[in-house]
C-alpha cells in the first residue's frame, strides 16, 4: 500500500480562490450541467410517483383496501423525501431544482396513471418502480466515480425503490383472484 500524500497548501489556496463554489471543489469530475440536468429528472420521477401513490391512497377502496392503502401513503411519503434529497443535492452542485408543473410528466422517468381497481393501481405503482430502478441503475453506473456523492445519494434512493417493488410484488401476489 502506498503511503497517502497530498498538497494541504495548493488545496487550501484552491478552496480560498473558489470559495464561491461551495461544496464543489476541483476533485468533482462530472460534467455539473448534465448532472443537474439527470437530477431534474429525478427530481420529476419523484415528484409523479408521490402524487401516483397519493391519488392510490385516496381512491383505494374494497375489502382489501386498508392496508393497500397504508402502503401506498407510506410509499408517498418516501418519495417526497426523495424528491426533498434530490432538490437539495441540485443545489449543492450549484443548480436550481426544477419544480415547474410544466414539464414535470415529461422529464419524469415514470407515468402517472389513475385507476378505481386496487389491483390495477398496484400494478400502476410496481411498473413504475422497475422503470426507477432500472433508470437509477443506469444513473448510478454512468456517475462512477466522477461524482461520488450524488452516485451514493441515488443508490440510497435505488435501495428504497427496491423494497418498494417487493412490497408491491408481494401486495398483488396476495390479492385474492
Known sequence: MKTFKTD???IRKRAQEKIGDGAVT???????????????DVLATEIV???????HYFMANGIHAK????????HATE??????????????????PNFNPEG??????????????????IKEDL?????????YSDIVRWLGDADPTTRRLIEKILEVEEEHADDLARLLANLPR
Open 8 to 10: 494541504i497548501e495548493g
Open 127 to 135: 411498473v413504475a418502480e422497475r422503470v426507477a430502478i432500472q433508470t
Open 49 to 55: 410517483c408521490n402524487l401516483r401513490y397519493r391519488n
Open 79 to 96: 418519495e417526497q423525501q426523495h424528491a426533498d434529497w434530490v432538490a437539495e443535492r441540485i443545489t449543492q452542485l450549484g443548480g436550481v
Open 104 to 121: 414535470i410528466e415529461t422529464r419524469s422517468h415514470a407515468e402517472y396513471s389513475e385507476s378505481d381497481r386496487l389491483e390495477e393501481m
Open 67 to 74: 392496508s393497500v392503502a397504508d402502503e401506498f401513503l407510506e
Open 26 to 40: 476541483g476533485a468533482y469530475l462530472a460534467d455539473r450541467n448534465e448532472v443537474v440536468a439527470v437530477l431534474n
